[in-house]
């Protein structure tokens, strides 16, 4: 076994052992922040097609719509320190041209990621997809500050405000429909996780239709995870696609 066998084999070890005592070596500011995760993985430092980016400068083209057939999950989520993120019940799919993706998960950010022009926004929600073949799908939903959602009003007594903490309420059913606005025009592009280890060949559908969220069901949110968005990256020459009606 050579040095670097050995090292990786180490590291490898460290980052079970993170994982087992259910904490990781990477944050959102400090030490560990956003700087550093090129130590974790080198593709956060380096990677060509890192997300979040700046929604600008787009080229209008005809794509295929996103047809959701989200069925309804029992309600399991947990806080990891880094996000809130609901696991969802398998079978739910998503379906963009002749491909489909199953909805494995969605998570929170406060603030939101990606940035539309000059807007920011308080909160972003991604939705995680895989298709059969592997390839990834990332839907996300702007969220602005106006009415309560409904469905949140339900849920937000029920989040895991400990680190590590998960909520498991068969009883309780959640349709992630609830957090996606019913106009389904979106900004495609190629990109990246938003978090270590910044896996590349991120198929990111960015809606544009924000949804709202009440200022007190976003402060929850905020006040249980912090602030957890990834400075903007370059874009680099990728192309932007703004999906016309169709
Ligand atoms: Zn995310």
């Known amino acids: 076994m050579n040095w670097k066998h050995t090292l990786s ?6 980052a079970l052992a993170a994982a087992a005592s259910g ?24 990677g ?3 997300s979040p980016i ?9 794509l295929n719509r996103l047809e959701p057939t989200y069925a309804v999950s029992p309600v399991m989520m947990h806080n990891d320190r880094h996000t809130i993120r609901f696991t ?6 998503m379906k963009v041209g002749n491909k489909e993706f199953e909805l494995l998960s969605f998570h929170f950010h406060t603030p939101g990621e990606h940035r539309v022009l000059t807007t920011s926004f308080p909160l972003e929600i991604h939705f995680d997809h895989k298709a059969a073949d592997g390839s990834l799908a990332r839907v996300a939903v702007l969220v602005k500050e106006g009415r309560s ?46 978090m270590p280890p910044c896996t590349e060949g991120v198929n990111w ?18 006040g249980i995870m912090g602030e957890n968005a990834r400075p903007l990256q370059p874009r680099n020459n990728r ?5 016309l009606p169709n």
Request: aromatic fraction near 10%; proline fraction near 6%; glycine fraction near 6%.
């Open 9 to 14: 084999s180490m590291m490898a070890a460290t």
């Open 23 to 46: 904490q990781d070596n990477w944050s959102y500011s400090g030490a560990n922040g956003p700087d550093t995760w090129g130590g974790i993985s080198g593709v956060c430092a380096n």
């Open 48 to 50: 060509s097609m890192q």
């Open 54 to 62: 700046v929604i600008e400068g787009t080229e209008s083209a005809y």
């Open 88 to 93: 969802y019940a398998s079978g739910s799919m």
């Open 149 to 194: 959602n409904v469905a949140a009003e339900e849920l937000w007594p029920l989040l895991p405000i400990e680190p590590d903490q998960t909520t498991r309420r068969p009883e309780v059913k959640i349709n992630a429909r609830d957090f996606m606005p019913n106009a389904r025009e979106y900004y495609r592009y190629m990109g990246s996780d938003t």
């Open 205 to 222: 559908y960015v809606l544009k239709e924000p949804i709202e969220f009440s200022s007190q069901q976003i402060a929850a949110l905020r």
């Open 239 to 243: 192309m932007i696609l703004d999906a």
